[in-house]
């Protein structure tokens, strides 16, 4: 249970250097993993960012040593990593509801983010198929949002993706009558530049060529061109799931998603690649509608 082991390492770091300013590629190196690979199965695992952590628990000590009387608002501003008092009242009473003067009254109310501690618990047991393909280069064509939070775990991202999907029909319609599937049954999203403010969230589809050579010229979809940007997938390896085969295929992407990062990745010998990571959405219509699946492609590299 190294993975165990080194999370944790990677924890008591954090919370011994709360009040130092923390590198994340340090914090990675106590888990034994890169920083990417650290922070991504960080946000799966506990559903919030590496960021957001730190961010709670400086401003949980905060609040528990102003309450205490133990020194001046300024100074446990700058204890905490915040380099004015501004910035740390409003950081302060968005999470604990009042400002940091309030606190230092009598019976003030502040609310508390535990620290972490990971518990081995028996798990799994169960099949998971998964197979391991070499991708070559893709190009897709899509447009974005830049979304918060982690992707695929909290309802802070059903809610986003919600409101794009509903708001951007216009170009999803452009996207199918350009596509390359005359079927139209093929769909991707795309997620990449993750970090602890955020992720760019694509939809996209793949095109045909005729379309790539006119849009560049801006001749076949005029000023509605500006719409859409070019997405290389780069060459490299991933690790391929599926859903089961079903109406909704959409309601088993987070179970399995959860399941890949508390019980594949764990157990294999792989770690998360620094790449983009695309979900594969076969949606069939008609009779087929029953045999419409989601493909994650999970990019990977070997553990060193």
Not at 193 to 205: E, K, L, M, Q, R
Not at 244 to 253: A, Q, V
Request: net charge negative.
């Amino acid at each position: 249970m190294d993975w165990v082991m080194g999370m944790q390492r990677a924890i008591d770091y954090v919370e011994a250097h709360i009040t130092e300013e923390l590198d994340y590629d340090e914090i990675a190196r106590q888990s034994y993993s890169t920083a990417y690979h650290f922070q991504r199965m960080f946000g799966l695992l506990c559903g919030y960012t590496l960021g957001e952590y730190i961010r709670n628990r400086r401003l949980t000590l905060a609040g528990g040593e102003l309450a205490a009387g133990d020194g001046k608002v300024i100074d446990t501003a700058l204890k905490y990593g915040y380099d004015n008092p501004d910035s740390f009242a409003r950081a302060f009473t968005r999470f604990h509801g009042i400002t940091p003067s309030q606190a230092r009254r009598e019976g003030a109310k502040l609310n508390s983010f535990s620290r972490l501690s990971l518990k081995l618990s028996l798990e799994g047991g169960s099949v998971m198929e998964y197979r391991i393909e070499e991708k070559q280069e893709l190009r897709l064509t899509g447009y974005k949002r830049r979304f918060t939070g982690v992707p695929h775990v909290t309802k802070e991202y059903d809610d986003q993706m919600e409101d794009f999907a509903v708001h951007t029909r216009v170009n999803q319609f452009l996207l199918q009558g350009m596509s390359a599937d005359d079927s139209r049954a093929i769909n991707y999203c795309v997620i990449t530049n993750v970090s602890d403010d955020g992720y760019d969230f694509y939809i996209a589809d793949q095109l045909l060529d005729w379309y790539h050579e006119h849009m560049a010229e801006d001749v076949a979809l005029g000023a509605d061109a500006a719409r859409f940007e070019d997405i290389v997938i780069p060459a490299g390896t991933y690790a391929v799931f599926e859903t089961e085969r079903c109406e909704y295929p959409t309601m088993k992407n987070l179970e399995l998603r959860q399941r890949i990062a508390a019980e594949w990745l764990p157990s294999s010998d792989y770690i998360l690649a620094d790449r983009p990571e695309l979900v594969v959405i076969y949606w069939y219509r008609g009779e087929q509608r029953n045999e419409r699946y989601i493909e994650l492609w999970v990019p990977v590299e070997k553990k060193q």
